[in-house]
């Protein structure tokens, strides 16, 4: 175990906790707001991962299949929250047990289109290939992942605190009601912040695609990562998403690294750990 | 009333007893999942029911069982069946007491996503953790004892087994500690003022339904001779869940209901389509738009509608307040 088995294993938890920071920034922001634990998350990233693979596929490049992803998951998260949820406001179970019937049949979905088996998007050769890095040659795409979660952690948390947007969701967190009484459009503002999440998962789904490839239950297993991130961090917190996918990430890459048997005993112990301590999280404020 | 629900549990019973006899072996095997997997939706119903608090992995528990059964058969070499189902229960019980115990500190939606990843737990272990769980090939070659070994005689184990499990949880539910836990559900905070320790309440439930589901697992375990990740991931828990609501959670009738209507389809569907998923995902949107309290509380509502017009049919008079005056 010399250094640069560190080096590898330290530069794998930052960049799956930088993937999986995309997904649970979504699920998180959408929790946060409204309320709603977003069950679909999971079947939105697959899917944006197989839209962007057919655009790919197509012969289109890869920046589009990105912009494909996002556009058409957030488009889609918006028909799930406009026709289904909205009715549903409010009804805690109702809401969670819809996102689970919808999610199962975009998942489904999926696999009647695209089948089973691993496929990976392939990725323009400007990101794909290895650098060198501290004495490690290291794949390329996952250094732009890095990247990717780094510029959209500060792009959020600026959205989050230092626009007026940011303050109104803050403020519809905090109280709702008196937000909508002074005269804002607070379900538009509702309608928005499902779009975001949802276009989140897309993107995610479009980076996870050629990351970790995609598979029949790959939609479970991102949801599943992206439960723990938010269980760790606390739900409906940035900072939580943040702090909870680099623990993540890193738990997971030395778990599989070290004891590859239990693996995911390590990814599941620190939330045992945190759940015993604090059932909401580092960040999460107590219900 | 009350001699119609008699009369109906006593044909229940003389169907369920005559079964082996007028049914082909494809739905003698369907009749037998509707009752493993009615008892596991009616165990989750304590706590989604009665106590207010839908667990999202029971599969997971219910797995445990199954999986230990398996593991004792196939690889530690211990197929006794008087020692591998007594394990088996003793685990998902020790599994509930541990996940409980987590749990039940949270409430709503924490308690929803905490107990789905616990069951996803379970879940990442029967698929990762080769050496025992087989990992996605599962346990195969779980084999009945000898005296069990003809199916029909099974079936009668299963029925037996399952309706001593029903009284147990019509016992529970019916008691002192079944009205506290529904006292819970209506206001906890109301609860915990009285002096009952709601917590408590709270973790006893959660283990008495694992322990009905260890039951159930076993139940399964034996009758389909194999165990994979696929008995116990979350679209198994999402599907009994799916089963308590169609029925009517909190209903004591309504899981075993929307066992079967949700097990009969599953398999008519899967006669000719490998599509269950999709249709379960589109069941579940339809009930939750449609019928939300459930078929059982329908089922009601339309019978205390025709008693009331029989009634008043049968005694012209004054009747309720706001059915005087209406046009006949």
Redesign the interface.
Known sequence: MDASFWILQILNGLTLGSLLFLVASGFTLIFGLMRIANLTHGALYLLGGYLALSVVRAGQSYWLAVVVAIVSIAILGVTIERIFLRRLRGQTLAEVLITVGIGFIIADFCLMIWGGDPLTIPIPPLISGTVELFGVSYPRFRLVTLGVGVVLAIGLWFLQYRTRVGAIVRAGVDDGEMVSALGINLPVVLTGVFMLGAGLAGLAGAIGGNFLSLYRGGDREILLFGLVVVIIGGMGSLEGAVVGSLLVGLVDAFGKALVPDFAYFTLFGPMVIMLAIRPWGIFGRKE | MRWVKYGFIALLIAFLLIAPFILGPFYLRVVTEILIWGVLAMAINIMSGYTGL?PFGQAGIFGIAAYVVGYMTVKAGYPQIYLTAPAGILGSTLVAALFGA?AI??????F???T??EG??V???AF????VTGAENGLRGIHRPEFLSQFSTYYYVVVAVVALLIYAIYRVIKSPFGLTLQGIREGERRMRALGYNVSLHKFIAFVLAGFFSGVAGVLYVYYNNFVSPASV???RS?EE??MV?LGGSGTFWGPMVGSVVITTVRHQVSLFTD?W??I??????LT??VA?GGLVRGFKQLTDWLAARWAKAKAPGPVSGSEVGQAE
């Open positions: 839908a987590i500190r949270t409430t709503g939606l924490y929803l996503m905490i789905l990843a996803m737990i879940w990442g272990l990762r953790w080769d050496k991931e979350f679209a999402a869940l799916l609501i599509r998923l999709m379960l995902g589109i069941i579940y949107v939750i738009l939300p």
